[in-house]
């Protein structure tokens, strides 16, 4: 596609449920990141994927946040066991090499509210 | 440790006037930096970066920032602001893993007529 698409736009969970939050990267682009943007706030780093290597995970704020990018490009990011806490809007970016240096491209995110 | 500071977190002007949007920013590593935009129910676009060289950069539409290592700061400005310039700017530096971007909190540009 032109730009990284991330689906669903809207996401109402009740507190407690599972949701699953998809991010499409630009073709061909070896970098993926997914931030957490809280309202007001500017985003915070979640994770890291080079490729298929989930090489940085330590803006994960716990152990019921998961990431995977099992082939390299469609990444996942997979949150149990929702809280009030966890709502915000998540970004996930694509860049065309590793690392940070050249631009990064942003989706327009998911708004997460949990109720 | 890497992190930025936007120092306003609101800027009103006028349109056809010049603004300044500013960012300090502290780092124990090589310094990159960043200045992307968020228009209203878009993605975050760069809007320009510094690597390295001329301390002066120019950005898309118009806005320039300069690197200035003795005052820790990398100003965004633009001399002429447009209507279409409302948005939420944020300043952004690598980690020291270089494996994010930290951003600012953002600065809320809002030109009107």
């Known amino acids: 596609g032109a730009g990284v698409s991330q689906s669903p736009r809207y996401k109402v969970a009740k507190r407690g449920q599972d949701v699953a939050l998809r991010c499409d990267p630009i073709?061909?682009?070896?970098?993926l990141f997914w931030y957490q943007q809280a309202l007001g706030q500017g985003p915070e780093f979640l994770t890291y994927?080079?490729?298929?290597?989930?090489?940085?995970k330590s803006g994960l704020p716990s152990d019921r946040f998961f990431a995977e990018r099992p082939e390299g490009s469609v990444s996942t990011l997979k949150i149990q066991r929702t809280q009030q806490e966890d709502s915000a809007v998540y970004l996930c970016?694509?860049?065309?090499?590793?690392?940070?240096?050249?631009?990064?491209?942003f989706g327009q995110g998911t708004r997460l509210t949990v109720v | 440790a890497q992190s930025v500071t936007q120092l306003d977190s609101q800027v009103p002007v006028f349109e056809e006037a010049p603004v300044e949007l500013r960012c300090n920013y502290s780092?124990?590593?090589?310094?990159?930096l960043f200045w992307y935009v968020q228009y209203p129910n878009q993605g975050l676009q760069l809007l320009l970066k510094?690597?390295?060289?001329?301390?002066l950069v120019k950005g898309i539409n118009g806005f320039e920032a300069e690197f200035n290592k003795s005052q820790t700061s990398f100003h965004l400005r633009k001399p002429s602001v447009h209507i279409s310039d409302t948005a939420e700017y944020f300043c952004?530096?690598?980690?020291?893993?270089?494996?994010?971007?930290?951003f600012g909190k953002g600065t809320t540009l809002s030109v009107s007529s």
């Open positions: 970016a694509s860049s065309l090499e590793a690392g940070v240096n050249t631009e990064a491209f």
């Open positions: 073709s061909g682009h070896v970098s």
């Open positions: 994927f080079q490729n298929e290597a989930q090489l940085d």
């Open positions: 780092s124990s590593v090589s310094v990159y």
């Open positions: 510094y690597l390295s060289g001329s301390t």
């Open positions: 952004a530096v690598p980690n020291q893993a270089g494996t994010a971007l930290i």
